[in-house]
């Protein structure tokens, strides 16, 4: 056990436990069984509902019995995000859990202490029968990273609390009163595939930080599919080119810090979209060209991203089928490649073109770079009442090729408004974000808009409320004055640009008075996802203290 020496024991014998159960999203079941088992160990009410949320309840304690009930909510799947080449199967295999005795992280894999933190802290007080509490009613929802999709579908029938603290925050000392609302955008442009004649190679954007759309989306962090778009847009105004696959990002909420695209390298741009025009060069021109471009759109973005994330990388590979190792240029050192430079020796080896079918032809390349670079991203908008307050936002968290999607259609060349079918289509997912529904809604049909001048078709799923902030507040108030009383400082009260459940419960328990608070994390969504053991141990210490005084 690689946390069994950290305290509070009770809470990281459970996180341990966690991790070693595979719960990314759609991936649950196996985590919500356990939670169930453990209710049913301990002779706890239990309820499991066909989306695998989990609803568990415990009397109050000696004295508490009469008191109201209190709600502890959290959600069980994690966004599952693995470095590159890792050895890991996430839908299988446990996270490999390290520590230093300051914070916790998984080895090449993001950790989920979003929120299997809130899982720990619950099944540790369920556990105790030493922490003093009211009635409590453990609500722990599946799939709240790809829409909130357990809270969504969760029955409140046999909820009676109307004290609801949510444990998803990622800041300790700040409690959260308010959110936005989102949704996430679809779009899936048509493709073709045929047959052509060319050399393989792969550009990789990568060494980006990521991270959750929400939280920071304010820092301007570079997005890899985005800096992709941009990429295949410059490659085509000089080349001639055919996409064999396209991969970027690992959820719609998770800013991409990776895209990958296998390309064909087929001769030089036609005159139809192009720049340049001429006869068919040697490969070693044409990788020379294409590193050339990969360098320039580098350095662009980093002199556009400056300090705000500085590891971004392109590197440019050829995809050689012969017993010879790869070409492979990390174009950071690359000011320039002369088109007209040529090595015999070299030439004679990469000049044997493979006939390759399937390759999405270069016109369809140029529109869906086209699309990508015309798209906003990033803050649309900062919020006129809270200084710093991000209130629009959109990220695109998914760039990959998909088959049989289906949406809503408003074609240039459609008679009416109706459902598209396309037989295989670029997806580009996005997470969508704003505090004001109107001005969600109008960018939302911005991008409907955009998506149907490129004869795309789009769907909007997941679509979830913002919360409101409430005016009075009895359970604010109660935990502000303990967290000055425990720790003599006041506690900050804000609204977030991230998404929470609370909104949705608000809307299913009438009257409900909810917060949302949690432990120090950073970089969550990402494989640099860390979390603090002090404060993990400070915000148990704080939980268990308002449920002394609830």
Same mark, same amino acid.
């Given at each position: ?7 509070? +024991? ?8 966690? #991790? $070693? ?76 859990? *390290? ?79 308010? #959110? ?19 050399? !393989? ?51 719609? $909420?998770?800013? %991409?810090?990776? #895209?990958? %695209? ?14 340049? /025009?001429?006869?068919? /060069? ?13 360098? !320039? ?17 392109? /590197? ?10 790869? &070409? ?25 073109? &493979? ?13 869906? +770079?086209?699309?990508? #670079? ?6 649309? +908008? ?62 939302? =049909? ?32 109660? *935990? ?11 506690? =900050?009260?804000? %609204? ?32 640099? &996802? ?21």
């Amino acid at each position: 056990m690689a946390l069994e020496k950290l305290k509070p +024991a009770e809470v990281f014998k459970w996180f341990e436990e966690i #991790c $070693n159960i595979p719960h990314g999203s759609y991936n649950v079941k196996k985590i919500s069984n356990f939670l169930v088992k453990f209710a049913k160990d301990r002779n706890l009410y239990v309820r499991q509902d066909k989306e695998f949320n989990v609803v568990i309840k415990k009397p109050g304690t000696k004295g508490y019995e009469d008191h109201e009930p209190v709600i502890l909510q959290g959600h069980m799947d994690m966004v599952a995000v693995k470095e590159k080449g890792a050895k890991i199967d996430m839908a299988k295999d446990p996270l490999k859990v *390290m520590t230093d005795g300051e914070f916790i992280w998984a080895e090449n894999t993001s950790l989920g202490g979003d929120d299997g933190i809130a899982v720990a802290y619950c099944l540790a007080i369920l556990d105790s029968d030493k922490i003093p509490h009211p009635p409590l009613e453990v609500i722990i929802t599946t799939n709240e990273e790809v829409g909130m999709d357990g809270a969504f579908a969760l029955d409140c029938h046999d909820i009676e609390g109307k004290r609801l603290i949510n444990i998803d925050n990622e800041e300790e000392g700040a409690m959260i009163v308010s #959110c936005a609302g989102g949704a996430r955008f679809h779009g899936y442009l048509p493709l073709t595939r045929e047959n052509r004649s060319g050399i !393989k190679v792969k550009i990789h954007v990568k060494g980006l930080k990521g991270g959750h759309s929400g939280e920071m989306i304010v820092k301007g962090r570079g997005n890899a599919n985005v800096i992709m778009g941009r990429l295949l847009l410059e490659i085509t105004d000089a080349l001639e080119i055919g996409l064999i696959s396209l991969n970027g990002g690992v959820a719609d $909420n998770a800013i %991409a810090s990776d #895209c990958e %695209a296998e390309l064909l390298l087929m001769g030089l741009a036609s005159q139809t979209h192009g720049n340049i /025009v001429g006869p068919d /060069v040697s490969f070693f021109s044409l990788y020379g060209k294409l590193s050339s471009i990969a360098y !320039k759109v580098e350095n662009d973005f980093k002199t556009e991203l400056g300090d705000r994330d500085p590891g971004l990388s392109i /590197v440019v590979e050829e995809v050689f089928d012969s017993s010879l190792p790869p &070409e492979k240029t990390d174009v950071s050192h690359m000011a320039s490649v002369n088109l007209d430079s040529s090595v015999d020796a070299f030439t004679e080896v990469h000049e044997k073109r &493979e006939v390759i079918s399937g390759i999405i032809p270069c016109a369809q390349v140029i529109e869906l +770079a086209r699309c990508i #670079c015309a798209m906003p991203f990033g803050v649309q +908008a900062m919020s006129d009442s809270i200084d710093g307050l991000v209130e629009t936002s959109l990220n695109l968290g998914i760039l990959k090729i998909v088959a049989n999607k289906s949406g809503a259609i408003e074609g240039k060349d459609a008679a009416s408004t109706g459902a598209g079918i396309v037989d295989e289509a670029f997806l580009l997912d996005y997470s969508v974000r704003s505090s004001i529904a109107p001005a969600k809604e109008a960018l939302l =049909r911005k991008m409907e808009i955009i998506i149907e001048s490129f004869d795309g078709i789009h769907e909007t799923s997941g679509e979830y409320p913002g919360w409101a902030y409430r005016q009075d507040s009895v359970l604010r108030d109660k *935990m502000v004055d303990v967290y000055k009383k425990l720790y003599k400082k006041d506690m =900050r009260v804000e %609204a977030i640009h991230a998404g929470l459940e609370c909104g949705l419960f608000s809307e299913k328990i009438e009257n409900l008075d909810c917060v949302s608070i949690g432990p120090d994390m950073q970089d969550i969504h990402s494989t640099g &996802e860390k979390l603090s053991v002090a404060s993990a141990g400070r915000t148990f210490e704080y939980l268990c203290a308002v449920l002394k005084e609830l």
